[in-house]
């Protein structure tokens, strides 16, 4: 019985197929056969949302079969509370999108939706898995076509940015593959009856048992392939470099969806499956964190290309999870959880729009983009909406994530106060940028977006004002349950 | 019937010895004599017999010291996999040379030899299977005998060849004085016993394996011929030394090793995660320096020999189960395909273009795109991108790794991941080179059909084992049992 999980995951890669065949001749076709695709796995994942449980905290909609088992390889699905919001980014962000590649894509449409639709199987597989070599599967599938996206359709440096994205990200999940097979060799001695297994729920069970240096090691390794994506400070040199150059819809599934990977895999595998290795590494990797968010902030203060301020930006508040989610309190980890989804919405609105200014001014230069009012005044709206989500003002889902994460940090020390400096210095360079584009006389002469761009970037805005004024839905209902779930056992912390 | 289990090597001897006469006869007009097809009919008949007898066949099958197993079944398929694949595509590439009787049947009696190794039990065979496999393969690659690089490669070849195959045969003669036998079930039960007066000649006996074998396997720092050969070889023969002699190098390597030397109480285990690490990270490094594409894949299949060496290094996990063998083997199958496509694909763009050079690759995709798309597949199969086949075989002999029982365990199989990861440097620029730089020609080539039903055939196979790796896990983990099980025999 295929259950809507795999529907959700396996339907895009399968049109892939038909869209790449019948989209070469016919240009049209693969639009409309990728942004139909996109639009039914959005409708997918909606039927989903009806279906889960709310208030749960145990996997659901799970989905098991043999696939390699003479290697104990299992193909094993289901969500809870901590995937299901990052589910929903994925195929809202790959819908919306999809739709703004309708313009922005000019040449290749058939291999450029081809690939967008195995992108999509691979992230949502990636944040519905629950086997480790199954979730590896999907973490490389993610990485192919962005390859392609930025080599092909990417700016004048996409070759330079498409080798260096390929060539760190590959080598850091080489490095956290290691860690997924140390589990199953560690976990599968004699001490553990019923064999090795790559099982996330069995690991969850044997892990405790492990002893205190195999959880370091690879709790050390798998944050290393799990950072880089994030990124943190030191490994985050392929991400300006790849925002910037791939076409713009490209950079929000980046900015939106595959850095939310590594936000997930730091939650889900290094926090909740290492208990004693988190109570030993939370003060460095929440360091990390602090030293990102600031970082990130600084560098992005000084951008001069609008697109790459946004890519900083990312870093900046890619920061914010790593914080929150090494809390290991409540209130941090489901912070963490919250900020990447309201980020991916934010960000994504952001991105798109720096794709549909570009195309219209012929710029992305912020000095340059002076008077920007005169020429598209509905944009420069949008463009002050989506930079006060991004500021975290409040009524937007951003404020409540930061201000979570950051109660969570202060719970656990007062020495995490400087991370106010962080949304201080946010606030310093998008209004330093709004004063310069939005705040200047305007120049004309009037070249506004088409009405289905507007909407494609009003669609973003949605989600993000509802669930800023009213979280409990998503925050009370869907994370809080899991997060209290898995929180309470990590030995040594839980009782913040 | 047990003379049944002797069809694959039956129907390899006659169609070889028939394949050379049979290039003296032709079709009226056509080019192509009847030697590719008797070829490709000896071949079809030993890949489906094996076939047959892995699926039928359950206890192994034994003539003294001539074994048919399951893992003689094993690396009977790969061999004979990659053997079809030489020889369809040969079909193109010596389309036009007259002496196509003597290539074909060289080819298939080496094939021969190959499979020889695979079954043999005994050193005395084994030598003979080695020698066989060998002597065609110098006249292969110099089978362009006007062409100097060809000359110059089959001479670099055959002199470190040979001084391998006289290592091997002074390692055969320790082994008898220690032993007295050259049976490797009779060496094992003897080695187990043996006292430490005959300590230091075993060692040595290792030692000299090591390198003699090493040589055809073409681990560091035994390597220096390989990108000489396959670049001076005519490019489909280039894949047969890759992909086969290689391949059943590690088949000899494996049967004495695991089934005759294990018993005895020396830690050689190490010496080979060293030169397993050596290998590949000297591969690894190479390869990105290269600027022909033949010359690429030499290093590349460098940096491949040190994965599957860590079969060796750590065979068994703490459960002793053979997981770590069973990765090699996997491997070695995987390894097989991969390799052969992409000297296949290699010919493809040699013909068309009459040069490998790596800047001749710029922008391929837009000129030749299916061939780009299958080099494409197998690059990111050869540096283990799920779900390609390369992955899984990877995983399980990384894992096979941390889970041996020695403390080294880990750090060999983080230094393999760490070459994995640096790897795609290389396979990820050649990707670069082909679908993001810009061609200096525009012009569209023709693909030749036959490598592209090669090339088809390969990345369907890729793709088909990475997506539902599970039925060939199995055959290689019984392949692995079955080696296993050959030493209590």
Not at chain 1, 442 to 449: A, D, I, M, Q, S
Not at chain 2, 372 to 387: H, Q, T, W, Y
Not at chain 2, 398 to 422: D, E, K, M, R, V
Request: net charge positive; glycine share 8%; aromatic share 14%.
């Amino acid at each position: 019985m295929i259950g809507l999980l795999s529907i959700a995951i396996f339907l895009p890669a399968v049109l892939a197929a038909p869209t790449f065949l019948l989209g070469r001749k016919n240009p049209k076709m693969a639009k409309i056969l990728g942004v139909g695709t996109t639009a039914i796995v959005f409708a997918i994942s909606i039927l989903i949302l009806v279906v889960f449980q709310y208030g749960q905290a145990g996997f659901q909609l799970s989905e098991s079969a043999p696939w390699a088992g003479s290697f104990g390889l299992n193909y094993k699905v289901g969500i809870d509370g901590i995937s299901l919001p990052l589910l929903m980014i994925a195929t809202f962000l790959s819908l919306l999108s999809a739709a703004g590649s309708w313009d922005q894509i000019t040449f290749r449409h058939a291999e450029y939706y081809a690939l967008f639709l195995i992108f999509e199987t691979g992230i949502i597989g990636v944040f519905t898995s629950l086997n480790l070599i199954l979730f590896y599967l999907f973490w490389e599938i993610v990485l192919i076509p962005m390859f392609f996206f930025i080599g092909i359709w990417g700016g004048p440096r996409r070759r330079y940015a498409s080798l260096k994205f390929l060539i760190f990200t590959y080598s850091g999940s080489a490095v956290m593959l290691f860690g997924f097979l140390a589990l199953y060799a560690w976990t599968g001695t004699s001490a553990y009856p019923g064999g090795p297994s790559f099982d996330y729920d069995v690991l969850a069970v044997r892990i405790p048992n492990l002893a205190l240096p195999l959880q370091l090691a690879v709790a050390v390794t798998t944050f290393v392939g799990f950072a880089v994506k994030l990124p943190i400070f030191p490994l985050h040199t392929w991400l300006p470099d790849a925002h910037v150059e791939a076409p713009a819809p490209v950079s929000v599934l980046l900015a939106g969806l595959l850095l939310k990977m590594g936000g997930y895999g730091l939650i889900r595998y290094n926090l909740l499956l290492f208990p004693k290795a988190v109570s030993v590494l939370w003060p460095y990797f929440t360091t990390i964190g602090l030293i990102t968010m600031i970082y990130g902030a600084s560098v992005a203060l000084v951008a001069k290309d609008i697109k790459r301020m946004i890519a900083l930006t990312s870093v900046n508040h890619m920061g914010y999870v790593l914080l929150g989610a090494f809390t290991a309190t409540v209130a941090g980890v489901s912070g963490a959880v919250f900020q990447m989804f309201s980020h991916g919405l934010a960000i994504g609105m952001l991105f798109l729009m720096s794709g549909y200014i570009h195309e219209h001014t012929g710029t992305r230069n912020i000095d340059e983009l002076k008077g920007l009012r005169g020429k598209m005044p509905q944009t420069v709206s949008l463009l002050f909406l989506a930079s006060m989500a991004a500021m975290a003002v409040p009524g937007f889902a951003n404020f409540i994530s930061e201000y979570l994460v950051i109660q969570g940090a202060l719970s656990v020390s007062y020495l995490f106060a400087i991370a106010i400096v962080a949304p201080a210095l946010t606030v310093g360079y998008f209004l330093w940028m709004l004063r310069r584009v939005a705040m200047t006389p305007p120049v004309g002469p009037k070249n506004e977006l088409h009405l289905h761009s507007i909407l494609i970037l009003v669609a973003f805005l949605v989600p993000l004002l509802i669930f800023g004024v009213y979280p409990p839905p998503i925050l009370g209902s869907v994370i809080a349950p899991t997060v209290e779930k898995w929180v309470g056992t990590i030995v040594g912390l839980g009782a913040r | 019937m047990a003379l049944f289990s002797l069809t694959p090597f039956l129907s390899l001897a006659v169609f070889g010895l028939l394949a050379t006469p049979a290039g003296f006869l032709r079709f009226k007009k056509s080019k192509l004599g009847f030697a590719p097809f008797v070829c490709i009919l000896g071949l079809a008949i030993a890949l489906v017999s094996t076939v047959w007898l892995g699926f039928t066949s359950s206890a192994p099958v034994s003539f003294g010291g001539f074994q048919v197993d399951l893992f003689t079944l094993f690396f009977s398929g790969v061999l004979l996999i990659v053997a079809i694949f030489v020889t369809i595509a040969s079909l193109q590439y010596m389309r036009e040379d007259p002496n196509k009787g003597p290539f074909f049947g060289l080819l298939l009696l080496s094939t021969l030899g190959m499979i020889v190794l695979a079954a043999s039990m005994d050193l005395i065979l084994l030598y003979v299977g080695w020698e066989l496999m060998s002597i065609p393969t110098y006249a292969l690659t110099a089978f362009r005998k006007k062409d100097p690089n060809s000359n110059e490669a089959a001479m670099k070849f055959f002199v470190l060849s040979a001084l391998s195959s006289a290592l091997l045969v002074y390692a055969i003669s320790l082994v008898f004085g220690i032993t007295g036998s050259t049976g490797l079930t009779a060496i094992a039960s003897s080695l187990s016993t043996a006292g430490p007066d005959v300590r230091p000649f075993g060692v040595l006996a290792i030692v000299l394996f090591i390198v003699g074998f090493g040589v055809k396997m073409a681990v560091v720092p035994f390597h220096m011929w390989i990108p000489d050969a396959f670049e001076g070889a005519p490019v489909t023969i280039g894949a047969f030394l890759a992909a086969g002699a290689k391949m059943a190098a590690f088949a000899a390597a494996f049967r004495v090793f695991i089934v005759g030397i294990s018993a005895f109480n020396v830690d050689f285990y190490s010496t080979f995660a060293i030169v397993a690490v050596v290998t590949m990270s000297v591969g690894n490094v190479a390869a990105l320096m290269q600027k022909s594409f033949t010359r690429l894949l030499a290093y590349s299949s460098i940096a491949q020999a040190g994965y599957i060496l860590m079969a060796l290094a750590t065979p068994f996990t703490t459960t002793n189960v053979p997981l770590g063998l069973a990765g090699g083997l996997f491997h070695v199958l995987n390894y097989a395909i991969l390799k052969t496509a992409a000297f296949v694909a290699a010919a493809a763009v040699a013909t068309k273009l009459s040069i490998t050079d790596l800047d001749s690759f710029n922008g391929l995709s837009r000129r030749m795109p299916q061939t780009s798309l299958s080099i494409a597949v197998i690059f990111l199969g050869l540096a283990g991108v799920p779900p390609l086949n390369g992955f899984f075989s990877k995983v399980m002999l990384f894992t096979g790794s941390i889970y041996s029982p020695y403390t080294w365990g880990g750090y060999l199989a983080l230094a393999a991941l760490i070459n994995s990861g640096f790897s795609m440097s290389y396979y990820g620029w050649l990707i670069k080179r082909m679908y993001f730089d810009e061609p200096q020609d525009q012009s569209r080539i023709a693909e030749p059909r036959v490598y592209m039903a090669v090339l088809w055939a390969a990345t369907i196979l890729i793709f088909a084992i990475g997506i539902y790796p599970d039925p060939w896990i199995r055959l290689a983990q019984s392949a692995a049992a079955a080696l296993v099980g050959s030493r209590g025999l």
